[in-house]
Nanobody, 113 residues
């Protein structure tokens, strides 16, 4: 059975940092491309970062220079380091393994003073 579990969300002030983690089990993790998505209230889910099996990365323009995605195949975990957070980063963040697609349940990130 495949399980994908995110953690690390929370409430942070503008300018602060958080690191999200996503641990997967039941899959051969190193064979999957990975991505982080987010969905704010009333908005569509958007991809914020992705990392390929060969660790090539890509970022949405809105987070470029502030967010860093990384993977640890030995731990079957993908990370999203988020720095200089802004109120507009507030959303539920989801981890995605593809293809086939597997999703986590999401973790809430709230940026507010």
């Amino acid at each position: 059975q495949v399980q994908v579990v995110e953690s690390g969300g929370g409430l942070v002030q503008p300018g602060g940092s958080l690191r999200l983690s996503c641990a997967a089990s039941g899959v051969t993790f190193r064979e999957y491309n990975l991505a982080w998505y987010r969905q704010a209230p009333g908005k569509q889910r958007e991809q914020v970062a992705r990392i390929t099996v060969s660790s090539n990365t890509n970022y949405a323009d809105s987070v470029k220079g502030r967010f860093t995605i990384s993977r640890d195949n030995a731990k079957s975990t993908v990370y999203l380091q988020m720095n200089n957070l802004k109120p507009e980063d507030t959303a539920v963040y989801y981890c995605n393994l593809y293809l086939p697609n597997y999703w986590g349940q999401g973790t809430q990130v709230t940026v507010s003073s």
